[in-house]
């Protein structure tokens, strides 16, 4: 799979064939990147792949690096099982703010509800995402989307320089 940069200005794209992705030039006192992935279960490793990618030119550590990518794949697990239309993609956004020292980790979807921490049984096979993400995690939460259709579930780690 190729990428095809596209200059606009002082942003540009990168095209890559079932990812959207756009990076606007970065402030300062932030690194940013976000993009819109399209909903279904091939789509957990892009995020990941687009995190280590642009993560390690920042100077993040790879310890940092490894929680990250267990707590993205949680919250773009749940985003995907999240029910929705099936035409409406997931968005992504990754920021490393340095001022803080923290990475921040959004993924928004346009499912109705609220994520929430479960506490399945020993037997139970799924459930436990929201405590990884709870454990591993300096904070998370969850804002409603702009328009009021879905919402983004965030999550901080440190992430010192």
């Known amino acids: ?19 959207a992705l756009a990076m606007q030039p970065e402030p300062s006192d932030a690194h940013e990147i976000t993009c819109r992935l399209p909903r279904h279960r091939s789509t957990v ?50 920021a490393h703010l340095r001022e803080e020292a923290l990475l921040r980790l959004e993924v928004s979807d346009a499912g109705e509800g609220l994520p929430r921490v479960r506490h399945p049984g020993e037997d ?3 459930g436990r995402g929201l405590m990884l993400v709870d454990a591993l995690t300096y904070r998370w939460g969850v804002q409603e989307r702009e328009g009021g259709i ?6 901080e780690i440190k992430a010192p320089v």
Request: hydrophobic fraction near 40%; aromatic fraction near 6%; charged fraction near 20%.
């Open 45 to 94: 490793p892009r995020p990941r792949a687009l995190l280590y990618a642009t993560v390690v030119g920042w100077g993040v550590d790879q310890d940092v690096l490894d929680t990250a990518e267990l707590v993205l794949s949680e919250l773009v697990t749940n985003a995907l099982r999240a029910r929705a239309p099936g035409d409406r993609q997931v968005g992504l956004r990754i």
């Open 150 to 155: 879905g919402k983004t579930v965030w999550a």
């Open 124 to 126: 139970e096979i799924g």
């Open 1 to 19: 799979m190729g990428s095809t940069p596209i200059a606009r200005g002082n942003a540009y794209q990168l095209r890559t064939p079932g990812v």
